[in-house]
């Protein structure tokens, strides 16, 4: 069983659509670790968040300790923002054995 | 580029054969975590580095696999008698001890026929 659950899986969108992707953990975390995987397999780090909410850009990721709970927000979403976003929870001090989500595979149409 | 690379970034090898993937990290990390990823997965944890001890094992490495950081520094991932279900993007990712960013390779696909 996974211990991380993402969703929606699989998520269409037009651009300029406010988009949202959701992550729920089971167990206790340090941090909680939002990814981008583009077609090719690359991953680049978006977000490692203990607290609160976090803003680069046109992404915010916010989390919610007590709730288990994180999302990922895309503002005025484009072509480009179309990737996998995966959430990762980080349970011990470092960046111990991250435990990930399966991904949300967005595709924001033109 | 000062990232975290990954040798050969595809594979293709016949059934039976050994297949060995080689990851250079950032320089300065003295944590370095390989993880297998299947298609429409998220990436699964097989094993993690402190400089050149390897201090945790997934029960997903099976006796076929074996990993090495000889000199804290490249690792090398081993696949030996390869099965078509090792078909999967082998990621290698490292960071500081006590950092909180963790920077990923660009991963090596494995297809095994």
């Known amino acids: 069983k996974n211990e991380v659950e993402q969703s929606p899986q699989n998520l269409t969108a037009q651009e300029g659509e406010f988009i949202t992707i959701n992550c729920s953990y089971s167990?206790?975390?340090?941090?909680l670790h939002w990814l981008q995987q583009h077609p090719g397999g690359g991953i680049v780090s978006l977000f490692m968040l203990s607290s609160g909410k976090k803003k680069h850009g046109r992404l915010i990721a916010t989390i919610n300790i007590q709730e288990k709970h994180s999302s990922l927000h895309i503002t005025a979403s484009h072509p480009r923002d179309s990737a996998v976003y995966i959430c990762?929870?980080?349970?011990?001090?470092?960046?111990?054995?991250?435990?990930f989500g399966k991904g949300t595979h967005l595709i924001i149409q033109p | 580029d000062t990232g975290v690379s990954q040798d050969p970034r595809h594979k293709i090898t016949k059934r039976g054969q050994n297949v060995t993937f080689r990851c250079d990290p950032i320089s300065e990390h003295n944590r370095l975590y390989w993880y297998r990823q299947t298609l429409g997965q998220g990436p699964e944890f097989l094993t993690y580095f402190q400089n050149e001890a390897q201090l945790e094992k997934s029960r997903l490495l099976s006796d076929r696999f074996s990993a090495e950081r000889p000199k804290g520094s490249f690792s090398t991932l081993e696949i030996q008698r390869t099965e078509q279900g090792d078909s999967a993007m082998y990621l290698c990712a490292s960071s500081l001890q006590g950092g909180n960013t963790i920077y990923f390779g660009e991963g090596s696909w494995l297809t095994v026929v």
């Open positions: 990762a929870a980080q349970l011990g001090g470092g960046a111990d054995g991250l435990t």
């Open positions: 167990v206790g975390i340090s941090a």
